[in-house]
């Protein structure tokens, strides 16, 4: 359950939590036109509180609008701006951050190319996604038996809302069969991403992980992970993996602006390597939590102070 706090920018101002309501013929709400993002913000070792890679997380917003030609009339500084606000307006030091855009009631028919665009940017304390055991000893995971779509079927580049309902209902049949996340092959079966994670695999000191030419989201923590890598120098390569690859592997982890990195200790009730978070794993998530709270100074340039 979301802990309600007190405001919701919405439509360019800041609104009771309660009233923060949309009309039931919201076009969104039918067809699932919509585009969306999430941000974390984090209290920091100094006591400062920082929105991480805020810019990154706004500017795709605008580029999933442009793909869902939805008209938006803010500017990527006007969303940050606005995510700002609103984690300062509900004296929030840590949360998860959703700016959210919509199309607006008025006609119903599929186009509904006048209907007005409408954003709102709603924060709320989060904590691991997946739990914080997770993050320590890993989940358990199946190959889903729904795939992604592939990049002739849906726009894979944007976070388009109703692009989500294949991930729901893997994640689902995952929690159903008793796994807590499902992973999706793409349209040639080979692995695309979790249900809103992208995957990365170790085999003998090696990160691999799908390349952005497939239909996965490009992830900005899956970025982020690859610079950290980078620094830490660890040898990654970007390629197509089949699913029995993970079986075999040393190491499976998961990341994402939710789940953060989370390791994959079981996979189709295969143990992975050593059935436990690995030691590059756990190299790989110490340095990216250090570098979410400042006591690694490496990348001012990815916070946001609020």
């Known amino acids: 359950m979301i802990d309600k706090v007190e405001k919701i920018w919405m439509d360019g101002k800041l609104i009771p939590w309660d009233e923060a309501n949309v009309h039931i013929l919201t076009h969104t709400l039918h067809y699932g036109l919509g585009v969306f993002e999430g941000v974390r913000c984090y209290k920091r070792d100094d006591g400062s509180s920082a929105i991480f890679r805020l810019d990154e997380h706004s500017q795709r917003l605008c580029d999933s609008a442009k793909i869902a030609t939805i008209p938006l009339p803010w500017t990527a500084k006007q969303i940050s701006e606005a995510c700002v606000q609103t984690v300062r307006a509900n004296k929030l030091d840590a949360c998860y951050i959703r700016p959210l855009v919509f199309m607006g009631d008025g006609a119903m028919g599929l186009a509904a190319s006048d209907n007005a665009t409408r954003m709102a940017v709603i924060a709320w304390r989060w904590g691991a996604y997946l739990g914080d055991e997770a993050l320590k000893y890993g989940i358990r995971a199946k190959i889903s038996s729904f795939a992604r779509p592939g990049v002739n079927m849906l726009m894979a580049k944007g976070k388009i809302v109703g692009h989500y309902v294949s991930s729901i209902l893997a994640k689902r049949e995952a929690l159903n069969a008793g796994y807590e996340e499902a992973i999706l092959l793409d349209a040639q079966g080979y692995i695309a991403e979790a249900s809103g994670e992208n995957v990365f695999v170790v085999k003998d000191g090696t990160i691999y992980t799908p390349p952005l030419g497939g239909s996965q989201l490009g992830g900005i923590t899956r970025d982020t992970v690859l610079q950290l890598c980078a620094d830490l120098s660890i040898p990654v390569l970007e ?61 001012p340039e990815w916070f946001t102070i609020v």
């Open 239 to 299: 390629r197509s993996l089949c699913r029995d690859e993970l079986y075999i592997a040393d190491e499976v982890f998961l990341c994402g602006t939710a789940a953060e990195v989370t390791p994959v200790r079981e996979l189709d009730d295969r143990s992975i390597g050593i059935g436990s978070r690995g030691p590059i794993t756990e190299k790989v998530q110490s340095r990216f939590f250090e570098t979410l709270r400042s006591s690694d100074p490496s990348h």
